[in-house]
């Protein structure tokens, strides 16, 4: 996956010197453009040719799908000429960004759609001086490497951040609201696992990474936010439009870690910045109180033991009230 990101990295960087677009009168429809063959189509049978290139032809004023030809020429002289058989039904054609390497004796032709690095890949074999066609299959060098970001901070690896986001491009189309919510997702899933294996230190410096994750993604794309934290990520999930029943219950178990180790000075602002995004989460009052509590803070514990009673209530769950919130409350000895 990773060979396809530098292809395009290297196309985009030296297309011109590759890229040779023939003259043609105004009134021409027909458009022509060549691509010289990767270093490692060296090996391919020539055929009486000097070196091989890709040529494509395409009528820029109509529907007609584009064509792709190898050929083969001695010093300016075309030799021969044989047409690919792309399949179109397999994959868009796109002259502007194609590329081309060989692999195994095959030739891999590259096409990327317009505005996006999502790139088809059709397979073809010469042999006898004809193509044939073998398969189809496509890739998405952005996609893999957000995906592939998010993967190695779940895991706890965070240090290829730059190598990555460097391989990320139109990022607009991939870095979204779905996208945020899919790592944050992810995240819990993995901290929640820690926890219960009793770990509830990496279960909160894992999840804060992913937090941050988020925050790094969104300023590739211009979303720069200098709130302090915990508003900053809340404020930016929300300019995001992530899903709120995503983001909401992963930042209040960020806060129980917290408050698991003792950490109730962080964890309160965390409670409070849930409570602030979703004020009927009941259990956010239970922890802010419990937290206010340990800190000595006892009658803003009580207000926010009150919510927590009040919403549990309303939910008919008022059998699943602590009996420390009683206590606290005054309703027992």
């Excluded at 890709?54 to 001695?74: E, I």
């Excluded at 139109?170 to 919510?181: C, E, F, G, S, T």
């Excluded at 899903?243 to 209040?252: E, F, G, H, K, Q």
Aim: with cysteine; glycine share 6%; proline share 5%.
């Amino acid at each position: 996956m990773r060979r396809l990101s530098q292809v395009w990295k290297l196309l985009s960087v030296n297309a011109i010197a590759y890229l040779a677009i023939a003259v043609l009168p105004s009134n021409a429809q027909l458009q022509e453009t060549t691509y010289d063959m990767g270093k490692n189509c060296h090996q391919l049978p020539k055929f009486g040719a000097d070196s091989l290139s890709v040529h494509f032809k395409w009528d820029s004023d109509s529907m007609k799908p584009a064509q792709a030809f190898l050929r083969g020429t001695k010093g300016d002289r075309l030799i021969w000429e044989r047409q690919f058989p792309w399949e179109q039904g397999k994959g868009f054609l796109n002259p502007a960004k194609a590329n081309s390497d060989c692999q195994d004796g095959a030739i891999r032709l590259y096409s990327q759609i317009p505005f996006s690095a999502f790139t088809y890949v059709q397979i073809f074999r010469w042999q006898n001086q004809q193509l044939s066609y073998i398969s189809s299959t496509s890739e998405d060098p952005s996609a893999e490497a957000v995906d592939r970001l998010i993967e190695q901070v779940a895991q706890g690896k965070n240090d290829a951040f730059e190598d990555e986001a460097f391989g990320i491009f139109y990022p607009h189309n991939y870095i979204n609201a779905a996208k945020l919510a899919e790592a944050i997702a992810i995240g819990l899933k993995v901290t929640l696992q820690l926890y219960q294996q009793g770990n509830p230190l990496e279960a909160a410096q894992r999840l804060k990474k992913m937090f941050d994750l988020t925050m790094s993604l969104t300023e590739i794309i211009g979303k720069s936010n200098q709130s302090p934290l915990p508003q900053k990520w809340v404020e930016t999930w929300k300019d995001m439009a992530v899903d709120p029943s995503i983001y909401v219950p992963a930042l209040n178990d960020y806060g129980f870690f917290l408050q698991e180790l003792g950490n109730h000075q962080e964890a309160i602002p965390i409670f409070r910045s849930v409570i602030s995004a979703d004020r009927d989460r009941n259990v956010a009052y239970l922890n802010l109180g419990d937290s206010l509590w340990a800190q000595g803070n006892r009658e803003q514990a009580k207000q926010n033991y009150r919510s927590y009673e009040r919403l549990t209530i309303k939910a008919q769950m008022q059998s699943s009230i602590p009996v420390r919130v009683k206590e606290r409350l005054g309703y027992t000895k």
